[in-house]
């Protein structure tokens, strides 16, 4: 079996690693690679291998940095079976259709810019229709159910606790032509253990070889104990001096987090109940896909299923849709909060909301996720004095409040603590840790650690390179 690894090897985006065995091409993911714009297009257009070749796609879950690329494979020449579990499957549906109408904007923006230097048009990488083309290939899977690829091949999703539908994809290569069977786990992106709704990521066994990511390699988060009690406080404090809370959200995990926890709080009557709004048709979509896998559901919600029979939803909460009922919230008088995208700040309908609440310290602004340098959610972050908001100065005034615990990513310590608990089940069978899905200097420092601690050997494979496994 050889391993080509053709995107996330020492970056985080665009994840595509190609599996060959006996002729046979299978492509683990099929990502996005997000970055500068020159280096954007070509490489997201230009796939290191023939799509048409390769016989099977399968996805470890719904984010576009694992997915997003999947319409333009399809339509340079991919055929066959999309895997991936049943909510992965509902998920990517709603995330395409949604890049694919961004990828449409974003080209109509450059292309009015080319226009004015006399420059031809360039097309989208690929439009809405591209997105619906690869909808019909998509076969869903439960975890644990194994799924025969070819008689040699068969695959396994289990659990990793990142997002809904979230998997670890496990090969199992069988005997044959005197190769010995081999057991190959490609981790995705592993999530935090005790989170609210998902299940902890699970440790898989008896491995030969391990494809890990490294996102987190070099970095501690908080603790999620504290963060139920921020929230309560800052409803509490906001509520009390009659501000707006606006919160930047990612549409896939974060919002229903948020209100998940809203939720809880309400039902402990820790905190005021104040109207809530999730402004975003993509989240209002995204948490009615949620509200169909109660099998991705950890106990506990499974449990507080039985006595509230919405977990994302209370008599103050509203989804909004449409426009004008998004314009008629600005108009309204504090104390109240809304959840809306863009996560970073640098498009969608939070721009207005923020544009509206940033002048009067009683509002917060709750930030609850990464965000990227030379972001309008990275200057809030850093609490400049003054951002630009649709190309107007304003002045920032509303309190502005981090809450990290949030993260859908395994921190240095449980990156750590899943590679030996891999090892330790696997009976001195793991012999190489691949790592990916990560900055150099944080994938170096999980490296080193498992060098140092384990017997398996970490590897760092950098873009094009092949690697015999068995
Ligand atoms: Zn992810
Ligand atoms: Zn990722």
Redesign the pocket.
């Known amino acids: 079996m050889k391993m080509t690894f053709w995107g996330a090897a020492s970056t ?1 985006t665009g ?1 595509l690693h190609l599996l060959e065995h006996h002729g046979k091409k299978i492509a683990l993911d099929c990502g996005l690679f997000q970055g500068r714009r020159a280096e954007y297009f070509t490489r997201n257009k230009e796939f290191p291998c023939d799509p048409s070749e390769v016989s099977t796609l399968i996805l470890s879950h719904a ?1 576009i ?2 997915t997003g690329n999947v319409p333009n494979f399809v339509k340079q020449g991919f055929k066959g079976d999309i895997i991936c579990t049943h909510a992965t499957a509902d998920l990517v549906r709603l995330l395409l259709l949604d890049s694919a109408h961004i990828q449409e904007k974003d080209i109509q923006f450059v292309n009015k810019k080319r226009a004015r230097r006399k420059e031809p048009p360039l097309e989208p990488l690929y439009t809405i229709e591209d997105a619906e083309q690869c909808l019909d290939m998509f076969v869903g899977a439960g975890y644990y159910r194994p799924m025969v690829v070819d008689e040699e091949l068969t695959i396994k999703f289990l659990d990793a606790g990142h997002i809904l539908g979230s998997s670890q994809i496990q090969v199992d290569l069988a005997k044959g032509d005197g190769a010995e069977p081999h057991r190959l786990v490609y981790s995705g ?1 592993i999530g935090r253990s005790k989170r609210v709704i998902l299940r902890n990521p699970e440790t898989p066994s008896e491995v030969d070889t391990l494809i890990m990511e490294s996102t987190y390699g070099s970095r501690e988060s908080p603790p999620f104990d504290n963060l139920k009690d921020d929230l309560r406080d800052l409803v509490n404090r906001v509520a009390e001096r009659g501000g707006k809370i606006i919160v930047p959200a990612f549409s896939v995990g974060r919002t229903q987090q948020i209100v998940y926890q809203l939720n809880v709080l309400f039902n402990e009557e820790a905190i005021p109940r104040i109207p809530i709004y999730v402004d975003s048709p993509l989240s209002t979509n995204v948490t009615a896909v949620f509200r169909q896998h109660p099998e991705c559901f950890n106990r506990q919600t499974r449990e507080l299923l039985q006595t509230d029979d919405d977990v994302f939803g209370f008599d103050t909460l509203t989804y909004i849709r449409s426009v004008e009922e998004s314009i008629e919230l600005n108009k309204r008088k504090g104390p109240f909060m809304v959840i809306s995208a863009s996560g970073m700040c640098e498009a969608g309908r939070i721009l207005h909301h923020l544009r509206n609440a940033i002048g009067n310290p009683n509002n917060c602004i709750l930030i609850c996720g990464y965000q990227a340098e030379h972001t309008l959610g990275r200057r809030l972050v850093e609490k400049q004095k003054e951002v630009r908001i649709f190309g107007e100065t304003h002045e920032l005034k509303a309190e502005v409040k981090v809450l990290n615990g949030f993260s859908g990513h395994a921190d240095k310590e449980e990156l750590r603590e899943y590679a030996f608990r891999v090892e330790e089940r696997s009976g001195g069978r793991l012999r190489k840790i691949y790592l990916v ?1 990560g900055e150099e200097e944080a994938r170096k420092d999980l490296a080193e650690w498992i060098n140092t601690h384990l017997k398996a050997r970490a590897i760092l494979p950098q873009r094009g390179e092949s690697f015999d496994i068995n």
Request: net charge negative; aromatic share 0%; proline share 0%.
């Open positions: 985080t994840s984010h940095d694992h992106d899905h």
